[in-house]
């Protein structure tokens, strides 16, 4: 099981960090991953991380602004957004599948097709 939450009306320029907590399985058998979905558009892979070894992937449009993060311990993957711009906008979900053998953009591109568990959206808007 997946929650996401940390969302919430922000100037552009500004910060939030959004948390996914999971719980029900073995963290570190598991890619948790970040996704967007902005109203009219496709949904989007923002972000990912491997909870054993902790690589991690950015899309092109975030990269330098967000970091993902893990803790272990807690069972709790952050997302922290900067600088962010109104295109930033949008319903963010957290994602989790297993591991295996597979990179971070696999498991990102598995993720994206709908596959892995996936927990409810908390809404970032961003305004100008």
């Known amino acids: 099981q997946l929650q996401a939450f940390g969302g919430g009306l922000v100037q552009a320029g500004g910060s939030l960090r959004l948390s996914c907590a999971a719980s029900?399985?073995?963290?570190?058998?598991?890619?948790i991953g970040w996704f967007r979905q902005a109203p009219g558009k496709e949904r989007e892979g923002v972000s990912c991380?491997?909870?054993?070894?902790?690589?991690?992937y950015y899309a092109d449009s975030v990269k330098g602004r967000f970091t993902i993060s893990s803790d272990n311990a807690k069972n709790i993957v952050y997302l922290q957004m900067n600088s962010l711009k109104p295109e930033d906008t949008a319903v963010y979900y957290c994602?989790?599948?297993?591991?295996?053998?597979?990179?971070?953009?696999?498991?990102?591109?598995?993720?994206?097709?709908?596959?892995?568990?996936w927990g409810q959206g908390t809404l970032v808007t961003v305004s100008s």
């Open positions: 991380i491997r909870n054993n070894d902790g690589n991690t």
């Open positions: 994602a989790a599948l297993r591991r295996l053998f597979r990179t971070t953009t696999q498991a990102m591109d598995l993720m994206n097709k709908g596959f892995g568990s």
């Open positions: 029900g399985f073995t963290f570190d058998d598991y890619v």
